[in-house]
């Protein structure tokens, strides 16, 4: 895949990339009479890596709300109240 690495630090992220430029490398060097049929699969694995990194950061945002919720009540905490 023309030598290129790239890598976001999430595994479903990296393989979706990974598998599009898959799709794309075969897109290129497929037959004439088979790009509208490669066209329509890099079109859908590009809606699917939109979606799943859409997804991803979501996640990763509540994620680390309540982790920043979590932390914030143990250094508040004391003997005689809960969060």
Same mark, same amino acid.
């Given at each position: 895949?023309?030598?290129?690495?790239?890598?976001?630090?999430?595994?479903?992220?990296?393989?979706? &990339?990974?598998?599009?430029q898959a799709r +794309?490398?075969?897109?290129?060097?497929?037959?004439?009479?088979? %790009? #509208?049929?490669? /066209?329509?699969?890099?079109?859908?694995?590009?809606? &699917?890596?939109?979606?799943?990194?859409? +997804?991803?950061?979501?996640?990763?945002?509540a994620l680390s709300? %309540? #982790?920043?919720? /979590?932390?914030?009540?143990?250094?508040?905490a004391n003997a005689?109240?809960?969060?």
């Amino acid at each position: 895949m023309n030598g290129r690495n790239f890598t976001t630090g999430m595994p479903a992220v990296d393989f979706l &990339v990974a598998f599009l430029q898959a799709r +794309v490398e075969r897109a290129r060097s497929g037959e004439l009479d088979r %790009g #509208a049929s490669a /066209v329509e699969w890099v079109i859908i694995s590009a809606v &699917v890596v939109a979606i799943v990194g859409v +997804v991803a950061a979501i996640i990763n945002a509540a994620l680390s709300d %309540g #982790a920043n919720k /979590v932390g914030n009540c143990i250094k508040g905490a004391n003997a005689s109240g809960t969060c």
